[in-house]
C-alpha cells in the first residue's frame, strides 16, 4: 500500500470536493481518497502496482485543479 | 486547452469585466449596436470558464452552483438581455475571485503554522557539520542548534544550554530554559544558546508533524449543521432547476424563471458555516489549544460543568519549598544548603524539592558521608562534622529530641496551609523547618473566573489526594465541589453522576489515571505538553502549553465560533428568503439578484474572519 498526498492550489467550493473524491476514487488501484477542503490537499491510498502518483495526478489536473506539489510515501 | 482556460481564470474575469465596462460606456453614447456586440463578448468570455466548471462537474454527476449561473447566462443571451448576462458573468468570476482571496485569509492561521515547519539541519556526520534538508536527517544523527536556528527534528538534548521559543507547539512565546536530557521539539526556535541532541522522532512523527495534522482533520469534521447543509446542497441545486422551470410552465416568464435560478445559489447558506469553523480552530491552533473539529467545537460550548483532576492540573504536579524557619541560631540559606546535600542521597519527591529550592537560589552543595535512609520517616546524614536528620516527627521523637513549643507552633501552622513540614535537627537539636507544598498554578484563579463568568455553573475537583489539602486548595480556588481520596474508577463515577443530573461535563487530567474519567466526559482535555501521543490522540481537546488559561480560551472561543456559525446561517436563509420575495414582487433583477448573492458570501467570510484575532480574555 502506497500513500500520496497532493498539495492544490486554494480550493474554494465545497462541490470541489466531492468532484475531486468522485474521480479519484474510481480509478482503478485506489484504495482510499480524503480530499481535505480548508488545507487544499489530497491524500490518496493506493496500490502501486495497479496504479501509480503520477497518473492519480494527472486525472486531478484534468478535472482542473492544479497540483502544486505531491509526496509519496 | 482546459488547464489554460483554468490557470488563466482571473484573465478571463478582467477581460469580461472590461468589455462589460466598455460597452456601456458606448451604451452612453447612443452605440446601440456597439454596446451589444461588446456585452455578448463580456457574457461569452466570462461564460466560458464557468461553463468548463459546470460541464466537468456534470460529467461526473454533480450538479455545480455554475450549472445554475451558466444556465441563466444562457436564458439571458436568449432573450436578448445582454446587460444582464454580462453582468451576472462577471459578477460571478469576480465574487469567486474574491471569496478565494478572503477564503486564504481564515485559513491564514494554519498556513502560518506551516511556515514554521523546518527546512534543513545541520548534522555532526564524521565528525564535521553538515548542513543537509530535513528530510535526509536519520533518526540517531547528532544535530547541532545554534542561536536562530530552527530544531528539525524531535531529541533529546545531549549538551549545551539554550533558551528555546516553542510557540510553535505550545503557543507559548516565552523563551524556555532548556539543557541536558530535556526535549526539544521540531519548529521551536533557538532564541540563544548552543545545544547538540540526539533525534529521536523524525518525519511525520514529530509532535509539530502531528500538530499540523490533528490541526488540518480537525478542519475537515464538520458540524452536524455542516453535515446537514452539505446534504441538503446535494438535492437543492437539481431542486432549484427543476422549480425554476416550474415557474416558468406556470408563468411563462423566462426572465423571471432565470432570476430565480441565480438568487436562489445556495452559496452564503454553503460557506458561512465552515469558514467561521475553520477560522475558530486556526485561532486556538495559534494559541495551542487544539480542538478536535467542529462537532467537538458544538460541544464544548455547550458544556456547563468542569471537572478537574487536582494534582498536576490545577496544582503544578510537583512539590516545591513554600517556606523555610530557621532556629536555634540557623540561618536560612546556611541550613538549606546543608539539608539539600544531605537529600543527595534520597530520591523521595519531599528531598527532591529542597535540592531543587538550593540550586534555584544558587547555593552550592557539598559532599556528605554516612547517609542512611530511615523508611517512613527521613534520613540521617554526616555533613562536614554535623549530624543532620532531616524528616517528620516520628524521625525527631525516635531520635529522643524535644521539640520546642514556637517550633511545633510554627509547623502547626504550616501544616493547615496545606504543607507538608519537614523537621532538620543538628548535632541533637532542631535547627529549623521546611514548608512544602505542591503550588496552585498562577493561572488557576482567573481561569476559573473566567469559565464560571461565561457559563460554567458548577466546578468540581478531584483528587486521590488526603481530603484536608484538597478542601484548602478548593476553597482558595472557589472550587463547588470537592471529592477526595479517590481511585481512577471512583473519577469515573463522579463523572458520570453530573452527567446523569443533566450537566454537560468537560473534564481536564494529566496523568494515566484521569485516562478513563477524561473519556468518560463530554469534552476531555488533555495536558499535551508531555507530549505523549495517548493523551493527544483520546482528548478531544489538547493543550499544549498544560495552561489552564489555554482551557478557558477554548471554552469561550467554542462560544464565540458556535455565535459567529449561527450568525452567518440566519444571515444568509435571510438573505434567501428577502431575495425570492423580491424575485416574486418584480424588484429583484437578474443583475441585482446575482451582485446581492455574491456580496452575502462575502459578507459571511469577513464575518468568520473576525474570530483568528479573537481574544478572549
Not at chain 2, 324 to 331: E, H, K, R, S, T
Request: charged share 20%; aromatic share 6%; proline share 2%.
Amino acid at each position: 500500500m502506497t500513500k500520496a498526498e497532493f498539495r492544490l492550489e486554494t480550493l474554494t467550493c465545497p462541490a470541489c470536493v466531492s468532484k475531486i473524491d468522485t474521480a479519484v476514487s474510481n480509478l482503478e488501484g485506489v484504495q482510499s481518497v480524503k480530499v481535505l477542503f480548508n488545507s487544499s490537499k489530497v491524500k490518496v491510498e493506493f496500490d502501486n502496482t495497479k496504479i501509480d502518483a503520477e497518473k492519480i495526478e494527472n486525472t486531478i489536473k484534468k478535472l482542473g485543479y492544479p497540483v502544486l506539489s505531491s509526496k509519496v510515501s | 486547452m482546459i488547464e489554460y482556460i483554468n490557470k488563466n481564470k482571473n484573465m478571463f474575469t478582467a477581460s469580461s469585466g472590461i468589455l462589460t465596462a466598455i460597452g456601456f460606456a458606448s451604451g452612453l453614447f447612443g452605440n446601440v449596436e456597439i454596446k451589444n456586440m461588446l456585452l455578448l463578448a463580456a457574457s461569452i468570455t466570462g461564460g466560458i470558464p464557468i461553463m468548463l466548471k459546470a460541464f466537468q462537474a456534470l460529467r461526473l454527476r454533480v450538479f455545480s452552483i455554475e450549472l445554475l449561473v451558466i444556465i441563466a447566462i444562457a436564458g439571458a443571451l436568449f432573450i436578448g438581455e445582454y446587460t444582464e448576462s454580462s453582468v451576472v458573468a462577471f459578477l460571478f468570476l469576480f465574487g469567486a475571485y474574491l471569496e478565494a482571496r478572503t477564503l486564504e485569509k481564515t485559513r491564514s492561521s494554519l498556513k502560518e503554522l506551516m511556515d514554521l515547519a523546518p527546512l534543513e539541519a545541520e548534522v555532526l556526520r564524521e565528525g564535521k557539520a553538515v548542513t543537509i534538508p530535513v528530510e535526509e536527517v536519520e533518526i540517531g544523527d547528532r544535530v547541532v542548534l545554534r542561536s536562530g536556528s530552527k530544531v528539525p527534528v524531535d531529541g533529546k538534548i545531549l549538551v549545551g544550554k539554550a533558551y528555546i521559543n516553542e510557540a510553535a507547539v505550545t503557543g507559548e512565546s516565552v523563551p524556555a530554559s532548556k539543557s541536558e536530557g530535556d526535549w526539544v521539539y521540531s519548529g521551536t526556535l533557538v532564541d540563544n544558546g548552543y545545544i547538540e541532541f540526539e533525534a529521536e522522532r523524525i518525519g511525520d512523527d514529530t509532535t509539530f508533524a502531528k500538530i499540523i495534522e490533528l490541526v488540518e482533520e480537525a478542519q475537515e469534521s464538520k458540524t452536524s449543521a455542516e453535515k446537514f447543509l452539505n446534504k441538503f446542497a446535494r438535492y437543492y441545486t437539481p431542486a432549484v432547476i427543476i422549480l425554476s422551470v416550474i415557474v416558468y410552465l406556470i408563468t411563462r416568464n423566462i426572465r423571471l424563471s432565470i432570476t430565480f435560478l441565480v438568487v436562489a445559489c445556495p452559496g452564503a447558506l454553503v460557506i458561512g458555516a465552515p469558514v467561521s469553523n475553520v477560522a475558530g480552530i486556526g485561532n486556538g491552533a495559534k494559541h495551542g489549544v487544539l480542538i478536535k473539529g467542529g462537532e467537538v467545537m458544538e460541544r464544548l460550548s455547550k458544556v456547563n460543568a468542569a471537572v478537574f483532576d487536582k494534582t498536576g492540573t490545577l496544582t503544578r504536579g510537583c512539590p516545591e519549598v513554600s517556606s523555610i524557619a530557621a532556629f536555634n541560631g540557623w540561618n536560612e540559606n546556611e541550613l538549606l544548603g546543608l539539608a539539600a546535600s544531605a537529600e543527595t542521597i534520597s530520591e523521595h519527591h519531599l528531598g527532591q524539592a529542597i535540592i531543587k529550592e538550593a540550586e534555584a537560589r544558587g547555593i552550592e552543595l557539598s559532599p556528605v558521608s554516612n547517609g542512611e535512609i530511615i523508611k517512613g520517616s527521613g534520613i540521617s546524614v554526616y555533613a562536614g562534622n554535623h549530624k543532620l536528620l532531616l524528616g517528620n516527627r516520628k524521625l525527631i521523637k525516635d531520635n529522643s529530641i524535644s521539640i520546642p513549643e514556637d517550633v511545633l507552633k510554627s509547623a502547626d501552622k504550616k501544616e493547615k496551609d496545606g504543607n507538608t513540614v519537614v523537621f532538620a535537627a543538628v548535632d541533637g537539636k532542631i535547627a529549623g523547618l521546611f514548608a512544602i507544598m505542591d503550588q496552585i498554578r498562577e493561572d488557576a484563579k482567573s481561569a476559573l473566573e473566567n469559565l464560571r463568568r461565561n457559563g460554567i455553573k458548577k466546578i468540581v475537583m478531584l483528587t486521590g489526594d488526603n481530603s484536608q489539602t484538597a478542601r484548602l486548595i478548593a476553597s482558595q480556588l472557589n472550587i463547588d465541589e470537592v471529592y477526595a481520596e479517590l481511585m481512577p474508577q471512583d473519577k469515573v463515577g463522579q463523572v458520570k453522576k453530573l452527567k446523569k443530573e443533566g450537566y454537560v461535563v468537560a473534564m481536564a487530567g494529566d496523568g494515566i489515571n484521569d485516562a478513563p474519567s477524561i473519556a468518560a466526559a463530554d469534552i476531555g482535555f488533555a495536558m499535551g505538553k508531555s507530549g505523549t501521543d495517548v493523551s493527544m490522540e483520546t482528548a478531544d481537546v489538547v493543550l499544549m502549553a498544560d495552561k489552564l488559561s489555554q482551557l478557558s480560551h477554548a471554552y469561550v472561543l467554542s462560544k464565540a465560533t458556535i455565535k459567529n456559525m449561527k450568525q452567518n446561517t440566519y444571515f444568509a436563509v435571510a438573505v434567501v428568503f428577502i431575495l425570492l420575495m423580491g424575485v416574486l414582487s418584480g424588484n429583484v433583477h437578474l443583475a441585482s439578484g446575482m451582485f446581492i448573492h455574491e456580496a452575502s458570501v462575502l459578507l459571511v467570510i469577513l464575518n468568520a474572519m473576525r474570530l483568528i484575532g479573537y481574544k478572549s480574555a
